[in-house]
């Protein structure tokens, strides 16, 4: 034998005939799915494996808005509306092979009224991990992180800073040219003790129930093949990417391959963050809208596209759609329209038109052929306030 590896495109053509050949497919091939090779050849055309697992994830984190209290007269008001145990089970998520071991709190810098007082906690989302059955599906034992996204035009305020800060998450190796955007760090380092749910800042919660699990499946199951996973939508990929750097970093992965899955997510630092990641091994796919708004910020103009140190730049392997619909723009940051097109086989586009050449055609109010990006920002809740700060 020559020792190369099989193709993966020619075992997922096959996989896709039915549900069956597709695990067994994906016990064989998860890391190369997870982006071991950052996802070559697998995104132009997307792989129908690597579209199966990218709906899988999505579903994961429409589990956490469909979960999540938005009534302002409820005493969970901003927490889950569910136990631990049973969250899955009510969200409609019953047979999704993973167990629930932890609910996340985060802290912005705003307060919110309710009945029970101010409540600057709110739920962001939970750790799971797959079951016995499901890690033999999937090849291995996946603890999964995800993360929701903005959901009051108050979390925009809060979370849209748009200036950069040095991360300083390692105390032995601080990396002050490494700079994330200052309202997501906050969101991730913020601790409210007055919160009867918190149990620290979001970042102290994570790391500590993803060493307790790695300890766990690894002295547990000895040799078993354990993969990391971290998915969320817009301010929740933030967080998701800021929990994979933070882990890398630190090194508490211990090799286990860390992958972000990223759904409408903005910029989060600069253009060292984006190397530190890269040098560190996080993989990241990020799932995008040309016509989200979201995804163009922060650094709307000053971006990767100048290779500018100061500048924001985005992190991974994208994943492009394209759509749009002029009598509900909002769709365009849409969770649920992002996985239902990528589960109706939508067409994924290779980048057109060059973002920064839009964004300065906007600005000096010319219209361009195919752009409606200005329609958009319009129209998703919260996103003007987001621009103005």
Not at 24 to 47: A, K, N, Y
């Amino acid at each position: 034998m020559s020792g190369r590896k099989p193709n993966l495109r020619m075992k997922t053509s096959v996989a896709a005939a039915a549900d069956d050949t597709k695990s067994s497919c994906l016990s064989r091939v998860w890391r190369e799915i997870q982006g071991s090779g950052d996802w070559s050849d697998l995104v132009e055309p997307l792989d129908p494996l690597l579209r199966a697992e990218i709906v899988r994830y999505g579903e994961f984190v429409s589990a956490c808005y469909k979960a999540f209290d938005v009534d302002p007269s409820s005493k969970r008001y901003l927490n889950c509306k569910f136990g631990r145990n049973s969250m899955l089970d009510n969200v409609g998520m019953s047979s999704s092979g993973y167990e629930v071991t932890k609910y996340i709190y985060a802290t912005p810098n705003i307060s919110i009224p309710t009945q029970s007082g101010t409540c600057c906690s709110r739920w962001v989302g939970y750790v799971a991990v797959s079951s016995d059955e499901e890690a033999r599906r999937i090849g291995r034992r996946d603890i999964l992180v995800t993360f929701r996204g903005t959901v009051t035009n108050t979390e925009w305020i809060a979370n849209f800073m748009s200036s950069l800060a040095p991360a300083r998450l390692d105390p032995h190796d601080p990396r002050p040219e490494v700079k994330v955007e200052s309202g997501f760090l906050s969101l991730y380092t913020s601790d409210d003790s007055t919160c009867r749910f918190s149990q620290g800042s979001c970042r102290e919660q994570l790391l500590s129930e993803l060493s307790r699990l790695l300890n766990k499946y690894k002295v547990k199951e000895g040799k078993e093949e354990i993969s990391i996973t971290l998915a969320g939508h817009s301010m929740g990929s933030s967080l998701a990417l800021l929990l994979a750097y933070d882990v890398a970093e630190l090194g508490l992965n211990k090799g286990e391959p860390i992958t972000v899955y990223s759904f409408g997510g903005p910029r989060v630092g600069n253009l060292a963050f984006k190397s530190r990641c890269e040098a560190l091994g996080v993989k990241v796919l990020r799932v995008v809208n040309v016509n989200d708004p979201v995804t163009k910020l922060p650094g709307l103009v000053l971006n990767e596209n100048f290779n500018w140190p100061s500048c924001y730049a985005h992190v991974g392997v994208e994943v492009t759609l394209d759509f749009f619909k002029m009598k509900d723009p909002s769709c365009v940051h849409d969770l649920e329209t992002y996985i239902s097109l990528l589960r109706s086989a939508f067409p994924v586009r290779r980048r057109g038109m060059d973002v920064t050449k839009k964004v300065r055609g906007f600005l000096k109010g010319k219209k361009i052929e195919g752009w409606r990006w200005e329609h958009a920002v319009r129209n998703v809740g919260g996103l003007v306030q987001s621009l103005r700060t």
